[in-house]
């Protein structure tokens, strides 16, 4: 059960805290087990494990260690007037503290449930709580709610079973690599459920929109009955806080680590979100595959020991892939023009990476890596070399295919982009994409704007990737639902500054606009030759913007 604490606690305070811990887990009966502090620039993050019946009581037990430290060392009584409130534990009394708890764990206790999790333990079945308790996935499910659970020996556990689950992370290309390998799955004859952070989807179709690349997505996308396969965007921050909902999955996609939300639990450096986004690794099934991008150096130098791995890169002479080939291993690369999947010594082709759409001629080098990544994903749930190259030779060439992400529409001769690009590493690979469609003297227009919840230096870098690629016209646009904070204004303040800084000329700047005027102030006046691009950042902005786009196009993409 984790807590996070704002100020940089001493080892004293530190060794006070797991004292504490143990002894409240020791007076309600709990299991000792690991007690973790680890302290970062911001301060600590705390948690220890806890019967998974009981983790709302585990999490005011951490809370108590904690505070009543933090109140004996000084900090008075006046700080904690909101612990006053019936339910709370005192932080200034360890006696009424104790007794409080023990009614809460009292109260939350379910036997019920530690039976069932022992027996799904030990069956190997994937067992996921909420309001509703289930176990197995997809055809195989079986649930109840959680106040009415079954004892063991009543259920019929030849009725249950997991069917294949893939799980994609990472910095960039999370949503197009879901839904690339959720096609894939479809085309191999499987009733597909996907989740990503536009909605939850079965066999492409929507049943719930929103960001759902967290646990509660996953979970609901694992209890989908009819669903044959499940994939799973697993974004940075549902893994922080929330943690990953299936204990196993037969393969996990880790597509690159790029700096973005740095400051957020605890996660200052890549090193750091390198570490967050491979605890994928832990759910992964002996005899699956972890799916990493050896053109990545820190995935390269994280890279887990104990789980099978393959390796993708844009070259498929890369020294990695090439010693990992020499010991049976699987790959994934580009050789003399075209996508080479390797298991096991034998090699398939692909397809030509110029002929598949999602590539844009083989000018989008990221999503040649996706592409990479999702078939070696593919081929570890058992899906054919023949389908996937199928799917490879069609996917993206329609806008329905990959929506707000890398699509293209002409426009009275001007190429538009709308994409999704959110931190450097993205906009950087969109901007090189528009730099390599731009004809003759044809000019740039970028839209551009960021989510709050990044810090300065973060922002100051976003806008020095905008001013290297020259754009002849920015249009800063603000997004009030992205504000996280921030005030509104300001993010269109702090990104002028940047592109200034970065040497940006101001009168080049058309100051912030919201994100569905701004897109139409870029496009207006475009002409042949020009390229624009749009990043746009909230579902609602992108379907209006699209609609818009289509209404005006002789289009690039079918619908």
Request: hydrophobic share 45%; aromatic share 4%; proline share 5%.
């Amino acid at each position: 059960m984790l807590e996070t604490v704002g100020a940089m606690p001493s080892s004293a305070m530190l060794d006070a805290w797991r004292a504490r811990v143990g002894a409240m887990r020791a007076m309600l009966g709990w299991p000792q087990g690991a007690v973790v502090a680890r302290v970062h620039r911001g301060g600590a993050s705390l948690a220890f494990t806890a019967p998974i019946d009981q983790l709302l009581t585990a999490t005011e037990v951490n809370e108590w260690a904690w505070n009543s430290l933090v109140f004996e060392t000084g900090a008075g009584i006046d700080d904690f007037d909101w612990q006053r409130a019936p339910g709370h534990p005192a932080a200034w009394d360890a006696a009424s503290a104790h007794a409080t708890l023990l009614r809460h764990a009292h109260a939350e206790r379910n036997p019920a449930l530690l039976a069932l999790v022992a027996e799904a333990r030990r069956r190997g079945l994937n067992l996921l709580v909420d309001d509703t308790v289930s176990i197995g996935s997809g055809t195989g499910v079986l649930q109840w709610p959680c106040a009415a659970l079954p004892a063991p020996h009543a259920i019929d556990w030849h009725a249950c079973h997991d069917i294949p689950v893939a799980l994609v992370t990472g910095s960039n290309g999370k949503t197009t690599t879901v839904r690339l390998l959720a096609t894939m799955a479809r085309a191999h004859g499987w009733t597909t459920a996907h989740s990503c952070t536009d909605g939850l989807f079965v066999d492409g179709e929507p049943f719930a929109a929103g960001d759902y690349s967290g646990p509660a997505g996953a979970r609901a996308v694992l209890r989908v009955p009819r669903a044959q396969a499940a994939i799973l965007e697993t974004a940075r921050g549902g893994l922080l806080r929330r943690g990953i909902a299936p204990s196993h999955a037969r393969c996990a996609v880790v597509t690159n680590i790029s700096d973005d939300h740095f400051g957020e639990y605890g996660v200052y450096t890549l090193d750091d979100l390198a570490a967050v986004k491979l605890t994928v690794a832990r759910v992964v099934d002996a005899d699956g595959l972890l799916v990493l991008n050896a053109d990545d150096a820190m995935l390269v130098r994280h890279a887990p020991a104990g789980v099978p791995l393959g390796w993708f890169a844009l070259d498929d002479e890369h020294p990695l892939l090439v010693a990992h080939r020499g010991k049976r291993g699987t790959t994934c690369g580009v050789r003399d023009g075209h996508l080479v999947l390797t298991r096991a010594g034998v090699r398939h082709d692909l397809g030509a990476i110029a002929a598949m759409p999602l590539s844009h001629d083989g000018a989008a080098r990221y999503n040649i890596a996706n592409i990479a990544a999702a078939a070696l994903a593919a081929d570890a749930l058992g899906i054919a070399a023949t389908t996937i190259a199928g799917v490879l030779a069609r996917f993206g060439a329609r806008h329905a295919d990959n929506p707000g992400r890398l699509q293209r529409w002409r426009i009275d001769g001007a190429t538009v982009l709308v994409d999704y690009a959110h931190n450097p590493d993205g906009l950087r690979g969109l901007l090189a994409v528009a730099a390599g469609l731009r004809a003759g003297h044809g000019r740039l227009v970028l839209v551009f704007g960021q989510a709050g919840n990044r810090g300065d230096a973060e922002i100051g870098e976003l806008a020095a990737v905008a001013a290297a690629a020259r754009p002849d016209r920015i249009v800063l646009k603000d997004m009030p639902s992205l504000l996280r904070g921030r005030a509104p204004g300001e993010m269109p303040t702090l990104l002028r500054a940047g592109l200034v800084r970065a040497g940006f000329d101001a009168t080049r700047i058309v100051d912030g606009l919201d994100e569905i005027t701004a897109a139409h102030r870029a496009v207006e006046g475009a002409g042949d030759g020009d390229v624009v691009v749009l990043p746009i950042h909230t579902p609602e902005s992108r379907a209006v913007v699209c609609a818009w786009l289509d209404g005006r196009s002789q289009d690039i993409q079918a619908p």
